[in-house]
């Protein structure tokens, strides 16, 4: 039977230690790309790494990959009318609520759990 060598294979391009500061510096600036971190790895050490190998190395170090939702930046303002207007509905009814005409597309269900898929 052949089995395989103790070290057969490709070499990493980065070693453990460069991992650890791609990891690190992906967590201080979440906003970053995979691609702008290769660049930054690139600047930092003159090593040079694809996105794919910067993104292995993030899910490696428990980081995925997701789409940041879109939406306007709340105010203080708009945090203080929210409040104000939660507390004045805050002990409506079910027969209120009827009367409320919801135009986003958000669901709201009173009593119910609703799978929302």
Known sequence: MCSRRHGGGRVRSTTPAEDRYIVLSAKRNRRTTAQQEANQFLAASGKQISRKTVARRLRGGGLYARRPVVCVPLTRQHRTARLQWCREHHNWTEQDWACVL??????????RIVDAN
């Open 102 to 111: 919801f135009s986003d597309e958000s669901r709201l269900v009173c009593h």
